[in-house]
């Protein structure tokens, strides 16, 4: 998905699966300091992007409702124009269906409507 948007001529302001986090199998408590930088970075991700594109899938994705709720108040103030829910939504929250979210079933297809 991250090389379909790369490839379509954007730039990640975050890439989350090279980050520590990934890694974190005993918990984020495990290593406060480590988590503190994670929270920084994904937070600081949304507020430097000009899209946030949240990922459904089968994970629960905590952090990825905190996102999505950064990314939201952003389109509320006008800050972001474009808020992505991209596939099939497993764990569903009402914010997937905020007047500001674009659903699409691939990230191609968002990418295509721009």
């Not at 090279?18 to 984020?28: E, I, K, L, Q, T």
């Not at 946030?52 to 999505?68: C, D, K, P, W, Y």
């Not at 509320?76 to 269906?97: C, K, M, N, P, W």
């Not at 990230?107 to 295509?112: C, K, S, T």
Request: proline content about 2%.
């Amino acid at each position: 998905m991250q090389q379909a948007v790369v490839a379509a001529g954007h730039q990640l302001s975050l890439d989350w699966t090279r980050g520590p986090d990934v890694n974190f199998a005993d918990g984020y408590d495990s290593d406060l300091a480590v988590s503190a930088q994670i929270a920084v970075a994904d937070l600081d991700g949304v507020m430097n992007a000009d899209a946030v594109i949240v990922v459904a899938s089968e994970h629960q994705g905590r952090g990825m409702f905190v996102e999505l709720g950064a990314a939201l108040a952003r389109a509320r103030e006008g800050d972001l124009a474009h808020v992505v829910v991209v596939g099939t939504v497993q764990h569903d929250s009402v914010f997937f269906y905020h007047p500001a979210v674009q659903r699409a079933s691939t990230v191609d297809e968002w990418l295509a409507s721009l």
